[in-house]
């Protein structure tokens, strides 16, 4: 099986920075894309960033400009920062990652979600 484990959710006031990780574990493959989605209460989810293995980014007009995803590929690790918070990103942040296991097998895995609050 594999498992993604976020961290570096929190409190932060309006205008800080978090940093999120998401680190993939397990009989891993390859991993093609990764990013993060979010979802605030009785919201839709919705995509925040997303990165390929290659580094190419794409990132919600939401958000574009305050937040820089990244990726360590042999970490299996990916990255949000996010700067200048906004009370309207307060959602559970959920990572997600498009794995190839053994034997090739090709889905989606997701993160347990980490809370982002941004107070005023």
């Known amino acids: 099986q594999v498992q993604l484990v976020e961290s570096g959710g929190g409190l932060v006031q309006a205008g800080g920075s978090l940093r999120l990780s998401c680190v993939a574990s397990?009989?891993?493959?390859?991993?093609?894309?990764m990013g993060w989605f979010r979802q605030a209460p009785g919201k839709q989810r919705e995509l925040v960033a997303m990165i390929t293995s290659g580094g190419s980014t794409n990132y919600a007009d939401s958000v574009k400009g305050r937040v820089a995803i990244s990726r360590d590929n042999a970490k299996n690790t990916v990255y949000l920062q996010m700067n200048s918070l906004k009370p309207e990103d307060t959602a559970v942040y959920y990572c997600?990652?498009?794995?190839?296991?053994?034997?090739?097998?090709?889905?989606?895995?997701w993160g347990q979600g980490t809370q982002v609050t941004v107070s005023s």
């Open positions: 997600n990652a498009d794995v190839t296991i053994y034997p090739p097998y090709k889905r989606d895995y």
């Open positions: 397990g009989s891993i493959f390859s991993i093609d894309r």
